[in-house]
């Protein structure tokens, strides 16, 4: 199974400490040699970014920074897995170190299922949750 | 969470950090067999206790230490006293005491105790069968009840299979071995072989069957991309990945709702996974790079890359595939090789070039109960006009076919009126 990893965060944006840069780099790499993580990339900041919407059905172009957004998304990465409970432990493990390296950081690692055709109990897509 | 739940949980985790216990404990006891007994004997230990006590914060320091104490007993209650363990055995007391960072080193160098692991794992001196078992359990972690589903065999069958490969390696005093560097090649060959097997295994299993079965595919495209990324210079390991992945790229399309197979031309091709056909036009191409375009995984990667790039089945560039299958046939002589070769040809040139080299296997010994023989024969025939003849061979191939759902169908084709 494949699984999208979304990191967020509501606080301030800031780099992550030298001793997580380490750490991430070091279990980034054991996921590739792993043979379980297959991309994965950080963020720049949301004011090198822009958001194309849609609402009462006109389309506007606003660039980055949003003031309304809460949750940033600061990264993510893509897994190919066995199930979710080998998903969970590997977001369990990679929580942990931002525990461990950089205290009073606060955020969510959202594990998400790719929705793939036949798909065993295959997921209903949510793309449509926001019509 | 119920029991069972608490039990995929602590498996999961156990799968993360086996690589790295396996490895760190082969390379301190200098024995990878012993290295694996006391990576089971530590789940064992998990699972005993974390159900009551919750995972661990630290699950891999846990396991470590548990592994590590097991180790000390062993070598302690053990007649080997020889120096070799002293001196380990002294370490390990050592390393012990200046615990947490026990796995700062390892980290380091994990590539090349993984690619020992691998090669001990998949020794030649092995069984295929063997290789497969031991492959997946101490490179996947898979415990000996899941790899036992995942054949289709008893467990005590895979666990005798184990045990006695095991015992074969340190017996043969292949316990820790350090392939040299020119070796590499050569022994890889014995790797990815087994790698395939064991995706081939779950890649023919039909759906419906134990989900293990196709989970087979799944830890073979691992252990393809742990090949890929510990010896990145061999182009045969890309070109495996490429072949498994762009085959797997295709499961979703292979069967229809109730479980009959679709051939790959009559596939819906929406169907076809891109992602994972990127990830294999990625490794084919990185195998061409290292010159590595005629090797037998690649050349068959490449054939497969011909259907994954074709947008609809009309599209597809014969000529190319049977330039490729030719090539492949000039590099390993295969009647089966050569039964694909011609139907390739087949669809590039017509009919009748493809039923000259079809009516040369004829008397192929391999080939004597191998109804796809008959079948693409009957096809040929067909095309030819040469419609009594066809339905001589479709009836032959039936009579072959080893599933009901193969008879069927080659009975359908036998009965179809000429067109």
């Known amino acids: 199974m494949r699984f999208m990893y979304i990191v967020t965060s509501s606080q301030p944006p800031r ?7 380490e750490a991430m780099g070091k279990l980034a790499d054991r996921e590739i040699k792993a043979g379980r993580m297959i991309d994965n990339g950080g963020l ?17 172009v606003v660039d980055g920074p949003f003031v309304e957004t809460k949750e940033m998304i600061g990264g993510y990465a893509i897994f190919e897995l066995r199930d979710k409970e080998e998903a969970v ?16 950081w606060e955020g969510t690692c959202e594990v998400r299922a790719f929705a793939t055709a036949g798909a065993d109990g295959s997921c209903q897509v949510d793309a449509l949750a926001h019509s | 969470m119920t029991a069972t739940d608490i039990h995929r949980t602590i498996l999961a985790v156990w799968r993360i950090e086996q690589p790295r216990l396996i490895t760190s404990l082969s390379r301190m006891l200098r024995d990878v067999p012993l290295a694996e ?3 089971q004997e530590a789940l064992l230990a998990a699972l005993e206790h974390w159900p009551a006590a919750g995972v661990p914060e630290q699950p891999g320091a846990w396991l470590m230490a548990i592994a590590k104490r097991r180790a000390l007993d062993h070598l302690r209650r053990g007649q080997m006293l020889a120096r070799k363990h002293a001196m380990v055995a002294r370490d390990m007391e050592r390393e012990q005491q200046a615990m947490p960072d026990w796995d700062a080193a390892l980290d380091d160098d994990i590539g090349d ?12 001196l092995l069984s295929r069968e063997a290789r497969a078992a031991l492959a997946l359990r101490m490179i996947c972690g898979l415990t000996t009840e899941e790899i036992a589903r995942a054949f289709l065999l008893p467990d005590a069958t895979i666990a005798q299979r184990i045990v006695r490969a095991k015992r074969t390696l340190s017996e043969s005093g292949l316990a820790y071995e350090t392939p040299r560097r020119g070796e590499l090649s050569e022994r890889l060959s014995s790797v990815l072989e087994v790698v395939y097997l064991i995706f081939n295994e779950g890649y023919t299993a039909a759906r419906g069957e134990h989900w293990l079965r196709p989970q087979l595919c799944h830890e073979a495209l691992r252990i393809g991309r742990v090949l890929t990324s510990i010896a990145p210079l061999e182009p045969e390991a890309h070109g495996l990945l490429a072949l498994m992945e762009l085959n797997a790229s295709r499961t979703a399309a ?12 009559e596939q819906n091709r929406a169907l076809w996974d891109q992602f994972q056909i990127r990830r294999g036009m990625q490794a084919l191409g990185r195998a061409r790079e290292l010159e590595g375009a005629g ?6 990667a490449a054939i497969i890359a011909c259907h994954a790039q074709a947008s609809t089945a009309d599209e597809t560039d014969w000529p190319r595939i049977s330039g490729l299958y030719a090539e492949l046939a000039a590099l390993v002589r295969s009647p089966i090789i050569e039964l694909n070769r011609a139907v390739a040809v087949g669809m590039a040139e017509g009919p009748e070039a493809a039923l000259v080299i079809v009516e040369g296997l004829a008397h192929e010994p391999a080939l004597r109960t191998y109804h796809l023989l008959g079948s693409v024969r009957g096809d040929l025939l067909r095309k030819l006009g040469r419609h009594a003849e066809a339905r001589a061979a479709f009836e032959a191939a039936a009579a072959l076919a080893g599933n009901k759902r193969e008879q069927d169908l080659l009975r359908r084709r036998a ?4 067109t």
Do not use: N, W
């Not at chain 2, 009965?415 to 000429?418: L, Q, R, S, V, Y």
């Open chain 2, 254 to 265: 292979r069967t229809d709702a109730s479980g009959e197979p679709i051939l790959m031309l």
């Open chain 2, 295 to 300: 090797g037998f995984y690649a050349l068959q």
């Open chain 1, 15 to 21: 780099p992550p400490t030298p001793a997580l840069m």
């Open chain 1, 44 to 60: 720049m900041p949301v004011a090198m970014g822009a958001q194309v919407r849609i609402t009462d059905g006109k389309l506007s």
């Open chain 2, 113 to 124: 105790e993984l690619l020992r692991l691998i090669f001990t794992a998949c020794h030649p």
């Open chain 1, 89 to 104: 432990a590997a977001a369990v493990e990679f929580m942990q170190l931002h525990r461990e390296h950089m205290p009073g």
């Open chain 2, 415 to 418: 009965a179809e009126p000429p």
């Open chain 2, 37 to 39: 007994d006391l990576t």
